[in-house]
Each structure stands twice: as C-alpha cells, then as structure tokens.
C-alpha cells in the first residue's frame, strides 16, 4: 500500500464514526519509521488520526454525565482529568470569542468555564436580555451562542450561573435595582430576594437545558451560589437553607448535570457547602495543605481546585499586583518569580491529583461601569482592565505563562486528543495623536439630559432609589444634586455621613473641591475614607448661586460579608448643610451616561475646552479604513471616563496603576469613529494611541 493511498484510508476515516479505520492506518503506518524521511509523514498522520474531545468521550453513545467517584471523575463512563480555564463572554466582544476558545483548546484544556452576570442579563426589573436587547452589552450576551461555540472549538463548559458571581463584577453580579426593594437581604433565603432570584432564574436557567452533555450539549456541571462560605468571616452562620432553595430551582428548570460548590477549605472548610454536592477548592499557593483538607471533608470524592488563581486583579491607586514583561519570544528560563511560582504550584495541583480551572486564562475587560471594588479595611475600586496576568492578556495576546501551561497540561492529560493550531494573535496600530475637535461644558451635558432623567426631590437621596425608571432607579454613572443657594463670602458646606464614593463640587460651574492629584487626596473632602467633611466655598460677594454636587459612583463592592452588600451609591447617609441651615428641596440628574446618551449629543463647542478644570466632554473623530485593536493612552488626562461609538470603554485614573484603555477592533467600524472622553477635572487637548498596554505605571 502505498502512502497516499493510506492517507485516503486516513481522511475517509476522519469522517466515520468510528474509529477502527484510523487504527489500522497508524499500525500500517508504523512499517514507514523504516526510513526517517518518510517518518515526519508518519508522525503527521498519527496526530491527524487523533480522536476529537467529543469523539472520544461521546461516541457511540451518551449514557451518562460527569460522575465523580473516589479514584477522579468520569464523563460518559470514561475517565477524565478536567483542565478547564475561565473565559467570562461578557468581558470579551462577541467577535472576538471564537478566538479566544481557540486559544483555550490549543493550549490543551478540555473545559471552557464561565460565570453569568444577573446585572446584565435582567438590567431592569422583569426586563431580560439574553443577546436580543437594545441595551449597551445586549452584544455581549447571548450565552447561549457562546456555550454552542465552545462545543464547536471541542471544549465542554462549566456554568456559575450565581445570582451572585464575586467576579470583581460590579456589585458581584447582582442588579442594582433590587437595592431599593425594602427589606430586601441579598445571598438569603429572605423571600423578597428569594422571589427575584426564582424569576430571573426561571428565564435563564432553561437556555441550558438543552445545551447539557447528557441531552448532547457541552455543559458538564453547574455551581451553586458561589464562595457562599466566605459571608462567615464575621461571623455570620451561612443560610444552608438559601443553598438548598437554589438547588431546587436548578433541578425544577431542567439542570441534570454534575452541581458543586467552590470556597477556599483552610479559611471556610464546609461552610457555604451542601450535603451531596461535590466541594471545590479555591486558592494560589499550598495546594497539598488546600487539597488535602479537601479530601479529608469530603473523602470519597476525586480533588477539584475551581479556581486557581493565576495572578490578580488591580485596585485603582495601588501598585500592579504582578506585572510579567513579555517580548512575544519564548523563553521559559525567563520566567519571573511570580510565574515560577505559578508554574510550581500547577505542578503540583496536577501531581496530587487533582482537575483544576485557571482562575483566570483570559481576564478580558470590565467595559463600562462594571469593573467592582473590595472593601478589606477600605473601599478599593478595581481598574478597567481584568488582564490578571493570566496566560493570554487582556488583549488575547500569548505570554510565556501560556506555553509553559500548554507544556504541563500535556504532561498530565491522560488522554491524548486532537488540538487545533495555535491561532494567530491580533494586529496592534499605534493610531496618529488626534486633536479635540470639539467639546461640551457641564451646563451643556445637563442640558441634553432627557427630562425624565431629572426629578425634583426635598431631600438627597441615594441613585438606587431616584424615581426613574419604571421604578428601577439609577444603575451607574454619576449623580448630580443642584439646588440655588444663599452663598457668604466665605461659607461651609457640610456633607453628613460618606460620600459614596467621590464627589466634585461645582459653584456656578466652577470647580471648588480639590481634583484627585495624588492618593493622600482621598483623605480629603469628597472621597470615602472620612465621615461628615467639609468644604470651605469663598466668593467675591455673598449672592445667590448654583450649587451643583456631582457624585461618582466608582463601583460596587463584589466581595465580602453580608453587611458590605448595602451598596448605595451617593449621598444618601444624611442631610447637606450651607452654614449649618440643612439645605432641602434639590434637582436631581441621573447621569448614567450610557450609549443612547453618548450617541444623541449635539451643538458641540468647537475645539478643546479652555476652561482651568471642571467636568467637560471632549470629542475626538478616528478615520480608519481597516480597524486593528489598539490602546487609548491616556497618561495625558486626569479622571474620567471614553466612549467609542457609543460604547463605553471604562474609567481612566492618572494615578493608575491602569495608564491606557484597551480599544478592540470590533468595536470600531471603517471610516469615521467618534470618541468622547468625559474628564472629571481637566481635559487634554488630544488623544493619543499605542500598540501595546501601560497596566502598571503608579504615580506617588
């Protein structure tokens, strides 16, 4: 037989069901090894030969789902060794999912895993978008699409579908509107949440009926709640019966598949855990201690580490946790610190043995308002970018990280299945600086706002609760308080309680309070560190003026105990006082700053601002005849946010660690792009572009 006929035997196979054919080409072909010119050929048959993931864990039948059993987890009766990494469909454009799945498989993982956030997928009480919506993600959304393309990219998925997802997600996942339902206690079995977590659950949870392995899917488990132990951190006893409601909504909707819960075993042990479902680990270092402790909670269950993290996430205003230089050339004795710890304790993981998910793979972008905050023993707010250090950045770009795990995963994967190629990365276009080319003022921003975005109240109020939407309040964005007031020459403005989370003050549109020039600032007036602030307000002569206060929400904490989830945005904790007189009777602008609003602006002012600081918006137009991605460097700009097209890319801080805004091709279109940079104290003149990131440049 000669060797194209055996390689029409081969490819004649690849179509078969079964697999005999392929087997007899690889025995035939062995007699080629005979001359080492021909033993390439051989070698590239054999790999061709190579069964799919699903061919392999599939065929002929299904008969059963993921299983675990003492000695590790079987799918379909055969064993299986899960190596899964996270990939968060709504961090990435919908263009670009198919890419990065790719890269996933490539690397040698078998599993795809994913979290679901509420906030999008149910924006407004009883309002659904799945990928079918009108809304600024509604591209980002369809999940059903994305867990159907991770089975075409020969990868089964793992859902964490919440309601509550950490995630460093804005509020971890959960809407914001359900703040102003009173009462109201969030990660309980309190029927009020209980209520809309069973109605938003009863909408998304049968999108993945039939997107199960057992009903010919590739969703092989589900997660209950998540790290629902870590809320016994003051003590608190964890609601097992809000665990058990949750269980019994996913098996009322159809879910069949394997159900685990995930924590870290030294800090909760089995708190936040159910009796019969399958425990996770979650941690960075000392795996033997985590996993060990695992099996001794649950001894006749196989290890499975949900999330191991592969770097970290950065707050504004602090260092870059782990920044890892990387030239694009594979050098695997380069490694920094950092990384061979990570590469160590993979090792590790896989030795003991256990299945693991890289916590992250591929961070991506918290676009928008999205991007969370912790609160440890102050707010801290999380930058734009989830890069995370992890093996792809946040751009999809390989890191030594990724080739170092491609080689250790193939070291342990006990099955040996087809992989595809390593799929090319983006191209990167350092754009021509753009000059401002026109601009608005403040007055001019709250000019155009739509009039049902303005109230009139008799007291300061949190956004949660403003009467606007359909009763929803007020998500994201900004929140302006204006009332006309008596001022002295030297008067004192008095806010009560914190500011949630930074105010600017504006006195007939001029800016009094201090801009945010260096980190001891936050100590100030108008920031959340001090309680009851003041702010001196000096005028020419005592007269009647405007008093605007503009407040940022800067993102909602995603983690913690149940008393940090009381995340109202504003001022809300007391009265404002003018020279001790409370002040009362206030006009109220939502300023949620979204797409429609981006897009209906008009009557631009021609050229940058020339007003010292204060609020503005400043338009720049990008001519482009073939879009690539790129970076918006803003090391020029102060505080504040960009849109493009409509779209808003994220918060932007001069005193970092975060110095650029990573701008995707698809969200650029030939010909003519609109950016808009709203900056909160003092605008730059241009925007300036750049083919690669700043992720940690700190200023003191």
């Known amino acids: 037989m000669h060797l194209n006929d055996l390689l029409s035997l081969f490819n004649c196979s690849m179509n078969q069901e079964l697999s005999v054919n392929r087997h007899i080409v690889c025995e035939v072909l062995i007699e080629w090894h005979a001359e080492p010119s021909r033993s390439i050929l051989c070698c590239q048959a054999q790999t061709m030969s190579l069964p799919t993931l699903y061919q392999h864990y599939v065929l002929p039948d299904i008969n059963s789902g993921l299983d675990p059993k003492p000695d590790g987890f079987y799918l379909n009766g055969k064993k299986i060794s899960i190596h899964s990494g996270a990939l968060h469909y709504f961090r990435v454009p919908q263009a670009y999912w198919r890419d990065r799945l790719r890269k996933y498989r490539a690397a040698g993982l078998n599993a795809v895993e994913t979290y679901v956030p509420w906030n999008l997928h149910e924006p407004l009480r009883d309002v659904f978008d799945f990928g079918d919506g009108d809304n600024d993600f509604s591209d980002f959304l369809d999940v059903v699409k994305f867990v159907k393309m991770a089975q075409e990219e020969d990868l089964f998925v793992i859902v964490r579908p919440g309601p509550y997802i950490c995630a460093e997600w ?334 600017m003050v504006l006195v007939d549109g001029e800016l009094k309070s201090k801009p945010l020039e260096t980190k001891e600032d936050i100590n100030g007036f108008g920031y959340w560190m001090k309680k009851d602030t003041e702010l001196t307000l000096n005028s020419d002569k005592a007269e009647e003026k405007t008093l605007d206060i503009i407040v940022e929400n800067w993102g909602r904490v995603n983690f913690g105990v149940l008393a940090d989830f009381d995340q109202r945005k504003g001022l809300w904790q007391g009265p404002v006082y003018l020279d001790g007189n409370e002040l009362k009777d206030w006009e109220i602008y939502a300023l949620e700053f979204d797409s429609k609003w981006a897009k209906s602006l008009i009557n631009w002012k021609q050229g940058p601002s020339i007003r010292k600081k204060g609020p503005s918006v400043s338009r720049v137009i990008l001519n482009l005849s073939v879009p690539q991605d790129t970076f918006i460097d803003l090391r020029g700009w102060l505080k504040g946010i960009v849109f493009v097209n409509g779209f808003n890319l994220g918060r932007y801080c001069h005193l970092g660690p975060l110095r650029t805004l990573y701008l995707p091709a698809p969200l650029l279109k030939n010909g003519q792009n609109e950016i808009l940079v709203f900056e909160h104290f003092k605008p730059d003149v241009k925007v300036s572009f750049l083919d690669h990131p700043i992720l940690g440049n700190l200023k003191p």
Request: charged letters at 25%; proline letters at 6%.
């Open 170 to 503: 804005d509020f971890g996942g959960l809407p914001s509107w359900i703040l102003n339902e009173k009462g109201v206690k969030v990660r309980t079995s309190e029927s009020k949440y209980m209520k809309r977590v069973t109605c938003y659950f009863n909408k998304l949870l049968p999108l993945f009926g039939d997107l199960q392995f057992t009903k010919g899917g590739s969703i092989i488990a589900f997660q209950i709640e998540n790290e629902y132990g870590s809320i016994n951190e003051d003590g608190t006893v964890p609601d097992i019966e809000y665990l058990k409601q949750l269980k019994e909504i996913f098996e009322k909707n159809g879910l069949v598949e394997m159900f685990f819960t995930s924590d870290t075993p030294s800090i909760r042990r089995d708190a936040g855990t159910l009796p019969g479902v399958l425990q996770t680990a979650n941690f960075k270092v000392d795996p033997e201690k985590e996993l060990n402790l695992l099996k001794e909670l649950q001894p006749n269950m196989p290890a499975m580490v949900m999330e191991y993290w592969t770097g970290a996430y950065d707050h504004w205003l602090e260092p870059r946790d782990s920044p890892e230089p990387f030239d694009g050339k594979l050098n695997l004795n380069s490694l920094n610190q950092r990384s061979i710890i990570y590469v160590d304790v993979l090792e590790r993981i896989l030795i003991f043995p256990s299945s693991v998910n890289f916590y992250m793979f591929h961070g991506g972008t918290s676009f928008g308002f999205m991007s969370g905050a912790d609160v440890n023993k102050n707010y801290q707010a999380d930058v734009t970018s989830y890069d995370y250090v992890a093996p792809l950045t946040e751009s999809g770009d390989y890191t030594e990280k990724y080739y170092k795990t491609k080689e250790i995963l193939a070291k342990y994967q006990s099955v040996t299945t087809k992989l595809p190629d390593l799929p090319t990365v983006s191209q990167k276009a350092a754009y021509p600086t753009l000059e401002v080319i026109g601009h608005l003022d403040f007055w001019d921003i709250l000019d155009q706002l739509p009039a049902d975005l303005k109230v009139m109240l008799p007291n300061v109020i949190n956004m949660e609760n403003l009467p606007i939407k359909n009763g929803n309040g007020q998500s994201y964005g900004y929140i302006n308080y204006r009332k006309k007031v008596g001022l002295k020459t030297i008067s004192t403005l008095k806010v009560s309680g914190y500011v949630q989370d930074a105010a």
